[in-house]
Every structure is written in structure tokens, then in C-alpha cells.
């Protein structure tokens, strides 16, 4: 049986995550880009004249001289779903719309993420919380809902701490930053505030890192999804890297174990998507490095074409009990890729049918 | 009464360290160097030649043209005391023999900072330390010995915790940095390594952030320095910034107090050195800045011509109780600026007369 | 006889090159800030809230809490005369409307600068070009005008090549630069645009440096400039470089010289301002650095607190006849730097009488 | 007819040069690493202990775990040919060694370069140079001898130049480079030497570049190859970025052409290797960019898998006749890749017969 291809639309496809969601797209074996919406600066232009790229690779000629449509629901019957990398303070309103009209989202903005009737999911750690959308298979109607990716310090995050959290129990987490300026957007930061320096603040983002894990290893109940009691404490810096947030994190476990069976958590773990080798899935999702100053964003980031997380460094903690270093790909695993990896595990969950 | 200027000389002249010695007592009002000693590869040229410059402001026309000497004792009667801005591996057999010839070394250097017969000291912190020092009034013989500054990172942290910790007891320190290229020395790190990148490991760098800072504020028993209690956690980040060590930290503290009170700590700080004047003591020593991005390397680290390590962001740690981010400036205050300053104590202290 | 502190006021005193007028007017011996002016954004709030500062040094607290007014010069009676750092676009409109009002508008911006009728000064340059500037002793009333100094790169330029100029006369010009990332403003450049990279375009720079040299060393006919018949070509760039434009620049003279004539031009410069001793006059406006690689922005741009040009690599040219590198701090020299050594001429000239 | 694979070796494959070359190799269709030799220091550990990589790509297995040998003929039998990416000063008395030994060399190594009897070769630009080696078809014995590839910088410049050289033959050509880190090899600069400067000046470089691709565009005579009268001169410039070499072209041609002309050139450019499809062989060899503001490293360094030399921004120059702006990728096109592109090309004219 010959499975269709499924059709997608790029909500803020201008934007610095939108231009990831074009490139990653170019060739998905299972979707492809119908409709690139913007706002109303870019409405009306053929995309490659509206965006100001600066991805190293160009968009491919058909996306380039597609037209940007704007932001609404209308006539959008054409569309399987839409990924949405708006900035918060039009996802608030936009995405709901999408999903009122049957239009499923599967969003990159932090606007819905921490709503419990919203699945804020990395596939590897938490696919069970997809359970709280209506399930496809028993409704004829199309069912449009939201369903989130978690901010791009706290997909790294969760995801390190994902296979010793499964086996011992992460009770406490102290995590301090180093991120890239692409996390900013672009224009993002002046090369005047960030050339020779590091900011010791990032707006709006220790808030993120401390409590979206927390909804990404709650549970489901009545429908909706609980916090764990992990308690985290973050402290964000941005540095003069391009791709790529590196963090130190220490931890406090339910169990004891020893140095070797922490690293065993993250040799042999086994995700929630496990051998399903969807088409962004990585070879290792989590991978520990034992070598001493490792990872690095420069040299780690592209591990797993941007979708692996590297780890190293494990080491005892005078304050906690452990410590270790943590890098993801901020823009690919921590954004797009993340939120393509969560479609394609939607679309083999059947709520996204290409038959 | 005229005071006589101190003639001083610079072991490891030719390097980082030393070069910043040479920047810095260029104009001082108390000491002139009399002596640029170095490594067999340098001795016998002019200091102009054998140096590596790597410094905005130019060293003066009288050191550019002193002779390189070598790092012996012999035929140093001239020098009532030594700089020491030499490797770890050397300074170990060096600095004793200068000290058992009765020539003072003031040392930046690692090798005896944590010798109990050692003071490690930081002038505001623990200028009580430099009691365990034979009394110089009391013996009409030259008295030669080793007193050391901290390293880069301890400098500014020590310094930022000395105003809580005298008032409310600090407990536990969690601490991880982000720290300048500089403090690797020149030529240090490759630019291969360190362009659009960060490295979450400096050798040798977190055991001295956890050690020394305990025996800074430990006590001196029968002529010798106990470590304090103090539970310190480090992990030691390399940004590609120039100069200024960046840090986040966390502490838990014996009492309870406000966010108001902790900062009145800061603003109303009373050092051991308060009120003395001394050339290279700022204005402040420890300043906080109550606003949401600060401190900055770039923008902070000059503060108190680079002696005033600057806090800011003190807010709740939902792991510990508070946390708030330090800047120091690495090769100022947590180098050469800082054993300066020192040697600047020890002369007010009567171990280096000037009369 | 006392001399009185002239009043000025600064035009579009919160961008990027208003800033620096800020930092370099705050001690200045003869002029004092009086009014801060900038767009509708700014105007009401303090000059401390309104501006985003990025210079380390802070401006003073007198300043910081100057209220900032609407760039208009009703009710400026007070002010001897303005320094303008405003956007070309508003320049065009702005400046007049003060020199109609008989205020003297000292010039940064590119508006009015190849007006023939408005002098384009470097003072030790072609200070003779401000005679067609109304005498000041001739009119009872008080007179407006526009004054500019030049492009941040052409400043750097025309000092480098006067020496020679003078002397050999140069007939050709070839310069490509290497341009700091200061020049672009704030925010100016997205860190994302330039880190790891160079960008071979500037807009509206070439124009500039192929054409305001000319102007400059042109002369006075009829009370207008005429051009200078120096053939120029530039070809500019863009590279990560907070401070200090550097460039390559290949000669052809009207008269053989040797290396040694040529290095004498620069070492025996006599320039316009020669021995005025101008409180923003360097030792040397011009100096010739005899080793193999320098300049460079990182080690000389602040020589002569950022108002020395340097000039190093005087080598045989196979094209034209001769080749050099030049380096000038293209915010201090290139910018409010420059102006301010302006403003000082014409107030040693009589222009803006102290008494 | 199947053919097989050729085993090659690296001389100095622990370098940076050397390390392109293997990660290069990974994968070749024709040639396979069968010997990695590096200096003493390396001689005897695996590959993968041996040398401090610093691509983001990691080395194959096989590679890593290969022995590091001594750079000597002896026992190579087994080695179709060598790729060399000595130091200069260990080339010039090793490489001949192999060539004597019947082991042909393909070197990126200055030492042999302006060697009249050596061939200087880039494909697409003079593959006819190589008819001064001995014929492979007509002597039964296996041949040693030395082919070279340019300097990384005269790689781009000579590719750029010859699609307008061979229609409209370039008669002066001046060249201002703003180039990568990466060609200084690894160490190679400290980080403390290019934070935020620019340096213009690179020792040995001018020459290379002002006499390399007089060769390339010489011709035959004799047996040798006897320089073009091309008139070169080039002034260099290190600047922040890690791969590309961006450089500003002026030139004066031979025939009066127009704009549209000259762009034409590089789009119908046919060059030497046209229609070979070579592995390494780009699509495009050059690339003409009708925007303002490129080529740019970050951007277009990666054209072609690095191979494509892009121009952009050609324009009317005032003091000679055109100028242009040219990027190519140092440590592919300019290095490693080239070199790899010239052995492809000697395998199918039949110097490493594959059967």
C-alpha cells in the first residue's frame, strides 16, 4: 500500500526557527512544505524575497518561490497539520484558531506548553502524554489540537537526565548555562553586546528550564498532565557560540549507584520510541562521551545530525551527589527537529493518517 | 620623613602573569622593578625583545630595555622582594630558594597555596592570615618567606562570599563558571579551539575553586592555617571572552536572612583592609549592581581599574537558598593586581620597610 | 583673564556615536554637556533610562540624569553650539534648522558633508578649509553653520596619506578595509551575521571613501571646495573587530621617493594644528610602527586615547608604486572623537568665543 | 571491468592538513588510506590517540585505530601514491625521497612548488601542466615524482581569475585577503592574538600569492614551466573566522569588456576538467553571485562540498579596471580537497592506473 504524503504548513516560516523547519523539511520522506505563513510584512512576497536567510544551506527552489500566505485558518482544508514557530505573543491567539478549524499544531512556542490539557512532549521521554489528545481512531470527525516541544535549553536538559531519571530518580537539579545566540532569534543580539563577553541573564528562560521538566516527567491524570516534584534551579548565560547550549548539572538521586551505573543509564537507554526509527529519530538520542572535556558545542552539536545530546564528564558533587556536563543542538533538537520528531511519532501513532 | 621606593623583581617576567606585573607597577608609587627574570630561552636579551607583548599599553622604555636575568637567588641583595608569575613546575624549587635566601616572594603561583605555613590571602578576606608570618619588628635578620594570592576564579568568588559569610555563615557553595581565555596564559588556547565554541573543562581549575577558597576562610592554630568546613561544588566552563572570570553561584547559609539583608551585606561591607588607602585598593572592593543583566566581562570587568569584583542577580535557589552570579577580573585582581596588592599590606604591615 | 566653559548640546545623544560624545565630553576642560537630545522614543525620560549603554566607562551621574529634549533648537539660546551624532535621514532637516537659528552644528553625519559650501575638516588635515566658514570677527551677530568631519574610514585614510601627500603628492589610491563592527551602530550588526564570518559590503561606505578624501584635499574657490583630482578606489569589509578600522592602502605618488623618504613623511609630519596643543590632540597624529605586523585594532587603536591613525608595512607595491596598512579607532578618531577635536579648533579660531 | 581501489598514504597526517585529508578520504570511491605517517612524537600510538582532532566530523574507525608510521619511503611498496601535508621545511627533503623511490607525490606543501620541473596544478585551471611528467603509458616502470597544488588563498584567486584570463586575459591583478584562521594550521594562532583584532599580515604569504599563480598560468616550454608575466600584488590580512578565505580583487584586462561580459565568464566557464565528473569535482567550479553583500565564509565557504569558488559584487574600479570580491574554502578547495580533486584527475589521465 502506497502511503501519501503528508501535507504541512510552516506557521512564522520567515523567522529563525521557521527557516529551520524549511531546511530540515527539504526532502522529509513523509511530509512536505504546502504553505509558508508569516505576517503581514511578509504576506504577498514569494518566500525567497521575504526571508533574510542565514542558514548555510539555501531553501530549495521550491519553497523559495512559493507565496507567503498569512497567518489564519482560512482555507487551509489542504493542510494535515502546521508547525508553528510564532513568537508567544501570536501563537497565544493564532494557534488555537488552527485548532479550532480541525488543523492539528505541533508548535515550537512556549505559549501553550505549560497548559495541563496540552502535551508538552519529547517522543524519547514522555510519548505517553500524547494520550490526552482525543484518540484518532475513534472519532470520524478531523480533530484539530496543540500539542507543544519544550523549550530548546530543557529538551538537552530532560533529555540527559531522561535514562537516570527511568532507573534512580532525579529528586533535585542544579543546572547553570552556556548558550548559543541563536536561541535569540535573529537579528537576535547586537554583535556589540556579545563579541568579547557573556551575558549572565537570558529573559524568560530560568523560569522555562525549571519547570518544563517538570511537566515533561509528570503524569496523566483525568486527562491532564501533573508536574513532578523534581525541583530544579537554573542559571542561564548566553556566550559567543553560534549552535549549540552547553550546561553543567548536578543532581541528587532517589538511589544510590555508582559512577559506572550512572553511564550505563545513558549506554543502554531505552526511550519511549525505542526501534521505531522514525525518519529524524537518531542513531542514540543520548550519548556519554568519556573523554575530560567533552561535549563541546563546536565539536558535539551535529552528532545524530543535530538530534543527539552529548554527555560528559560524570563526576561526584561536593553539594549534590552528581555531576555532568550536557549539549544539544539548540536550534535543531532544542526547536525544529524536535518538533518534527513529535510529528513524525503522531503520524505513526495514527493521528496524523497517510492512508 | 622621605620614604624609600621598594626595588622589586619579576620571576616569570616574560610570560602572562609577568607581563601584567610589568603593566601594572609601570607609575607605582611604592615599587620600581629592579629585576626581569625568566627562563633560560629569554635571559641575556632585552625584556623589549625577549617578550611576547600581547598587551594594549606598551611596557615603558627603562623595563623594554632591561636585561632578561635568570630565576636565582644569587647576587639578588638588591631586591627587597620577588613577584612570582612563574609555572607551577617551576615556582615549586624556585620560590624556596629565594625565600631561604632571604628575599620575600609574593606568588601567584599555585605550587605552595596550599601549604599550611603558607598564608593564601586576599588582603580584604583574610589579611589576619599573614600573622603565621614571622614577625618582622621582632628579629634584626632579613626574614625571607612565600605568601600567595588565590587563583583567578577563587579571587572573585572568595571575595564575593567574604561579605555574606562574615555576617550569616555561608555553608555550602555551588558554583560553575564562565571564565576568559586569558586566564590560559599566552599563547594558552589555539583559536581552533575556542572560536564559536566553549569547553566545559579547564585542567586543574575546579579542585583549586573547591580547596581554596576553605583554607581563605579558615583559621590559623598552632602557626598554621585549618581549612574551614565549607562544602564547595565547581565545574569550570572556557567562553571565548578576553578577561573577566563570569560565575553563577548558590549558596546555602547558617541563617536565615532577606534579600534585602544579603545585599547590605555587599553595600555595607567593612574589609580587613578598609580605610587603608593602600595604591591599588578600589574604591570598593565587592559592589553589587541591582540590575537584571550584570555583571558583564565587558562591561564590569574595569571596575576599580580591575580590583572591584561586581555581583548581581541575587535571587532565590529553589535547590540552596540564594543565588547570584560574580565577575572578577582574571589577570587584575586574580593575578598580578591581587598579589599587588598584597605586597602593598605587607608593606604597611612592617614586613617590607620603607624607611 | 578667566575663560567661561562653553555649553553644547548633542544630537542624537543616545545612538551609538552620541554615546561616545558622552563619554569623551565628560571632563572635557572646555565643554560641557547642556542638553541631550534625541527621537520622541527618548524624550521625557532621564538620559540614564533612556539609553542602552554599551561603552564600559559609565557616563556620569550628571548626565545620566539630564532630562532628554526633542532635537529642536527652540529655546536652546543657551547652547554655544551642538555636536550632531543623528542619523542621516534626520540630519538632512535637523541641522539646518539650528544653523538658521544661529546654532553651530558640529557634524558627524554624512548629510551636508560633500555640500561644497560646508567644510569636510580633519583639523591637522586641511584646517584652511574653514575659512569659508563667515568670519567670526567681522559679524556682530551670532552666526550659524554647518561644520562636518568625515566617515569614520576616510578619517583614518586621509590622516595616513596627508604626510605623503604633501610632500610626494599622491595621484592613485587603492584601499581595502577590514572594518570594526562599532561602525555599524547599535544594535547594528545580529551577532548571527558575523561571528565566524566577513562580510565583503558595507552600504554607502565605498562611495564615501573614494569621495570625501578627494573633498578634503581639495581647495577653496570662490568660498566653495572643490575636489581634489586623487583618484580613489575602496572595496570595504566587515569583520568581527569591536573597535578600529584597518585597511590596506597601495599608492601612486607624483615623485619617486625611497621607503626611508616616505617613513620621514610620516616621523616629520607638521601638520594644521601642529603645536596648538588642542585638549583632544594626540602626541602624534600620525605614527609609523616599524615591525612586521602591525598595525592592528586590538594594540593600537587607543594609542593617543583613540585619536592616533597608525601606519605600518611600508613595502614596494608591483601594481602601483607603494603599499601600507593603516589602523584608526573609527568611533574616537573616526567619530565624536574627531568632531570634538573640530569644535576645539574652531574655538581656538575664534568661531566659539570663551570669553 | 572492475577496477580497483588505490591504497594511499599521508605524509603528516596528524596535521591539520592532514587531518582534512582523512576525513576527506572517508568514503573516497577510488582511493583508500592504507598508511597514516606523522613525526616521531606521533610514530608507534593509533591514529585516533595520536591526533588532537579538531573537525566536527569524526574519523572512521578504521583510521583511528591504523598505527602512525615514520615518514620514510621504506616498506611502501604497497602504496599506490602519497598525499603530503608536511611542514615545508620536513617536505623539501622527504617528499623527493618518495618520488625516488617510484612513490609518486601529491603535495600541498610549499617546498616544491616554484620548482620549474614540478608541476603547480589546479585541474580546472592548467591540467595541461601535467604533460611534464614522465608519460605513464610509455615506460613499463613504476615513475616516482612530485605534483603540487597552490597555496590555499592562490587556490581561489587563480580559480576566480581564469574564466575572465582565458577570454580576456588579465594583465594586473591586486588582491587584499581577509583570511581564516584554519590556515595557520592547528595550534597555529593563539586565540589571545585574534579575540577581536585583525592582523594584516601573514608570514610568507604575499609572495606565495603574488608569484603561485604566475605559474599556474604560465606555459610549457621544455619541459618546464615558464611563468606568465601577469603582474600580482597582494596584501594579506588574518581575521576572527574558521574556514574561507575572503579576498577583494582588482584587476586590469587585456580586452575592454562590459559587466554583463565579464559575469558571463564564470557562468559559461569551461574549464580543463569540464565533463570529467571527477569524485570531487563541484558542479561549479565558480560561482558568480548577482547579490550585494557575498560571498560570505559562513555562508558560502560549504558550496560544492567546499569546492566552489564563489565570486560576487563585480563592479567598475576607479585605479584599474573591474574589481570583485572571491571566497574559497582554505582547508577543502585551497588544501586537502584540491589536492585530492589533482590525484583523481592524475588517475584517470592514467598516472595511478586503477587496473
Known sequence: MTE???????????????????????????????????SERSVGKVYGDAVQWHLPAVPGAAVREMCVTPCTPDGRE???????????EEAVEIEPLFAARGIPVVSNTRSHRMDPRVPLVIPEVNAGHLAIIPDPSRTGDRQGFIVTNPNCATSALAL???????????????????????????????????????IPYISGEEPKLETEPCK??????????????????????????????LMHVSVELNQLASRDEIIACWDD????????????????????LDVPDRPQPLLDRD?????????????????????????????????AGGAILLAELLTV?????RS
Chains 1, 2, 3, 4 share one sequence.
Not at 9 to 21: E, H, K, P, S, Y
Not at 164 to 173: A, E, P, S, Y
Request: glycine fraction near 12%.
Open 4 to 38: 501519501r504524503m503528508l501535507t504541512v504548513g510552516i506557521l512564522g516560516a520567515t523567522g529563525a526557527v521557521g527557516q529551520r523547519f524549511v531546511a530540515l523539511l527539504a526532502n522529509h520522506p513523509w511530509f512536505r512544505i504546502g504553505a509558508v505563513m508569516a
Open 78 to 88: 489542504g493542510l494535515d497539520f502546521v508547525f508553528s514557530g510564532l513568537p508567544a
Open 160 to 198: 540527559a537526565l531522561d535514562p537516570i531519571h527511568r532507573r534512580l530518580g532525579v529528586r533535585k537539579v542544579m543546572v547553570v548555562t552556556a548558550q548559543a545566540v541563536s536561541g535569540a532569534g535573529f537579528p537576535g543580539l547586537s554583535v556589540m553586546s556579545i563579541l568579547d563577553n557573556a
Open 216 to 245: 515533561i516527567f509528570g503524569c496523566i491524570h483525568h486527562d491532564q498532565i501533573m508536574v513532578s516534584d523534581m525541583v530544579i534551579s537554573a542559571a542561564c548565560t548566553r556566550v559567543a557560540v553560534r549552535d549549540g547550549h
Open 269 to 288: 537507554y531505552i526511550s519511549d520510541i525505542h526501534g521505531l526509527g522514525l525518519p529524524s529519530q537518531p542513531e542514540r538520542s543520548v550519548e556519554y
Open 303 to 335: 552528532r545524530g545530525q543535530g538530534m543527539t545530546v552529548t554527555v560528559g564528564r560524570l563526576r561526584e558533587c561536593a553539594v549534590l551527589q552528581w555531576k555532568f556536563a550536557v549539549l544539544g543542538h539548540n536550534t535543531i533538537r532544542g526547536a
Open 349 to 353: 501513532r495514527g493521528w496524523f493518517p
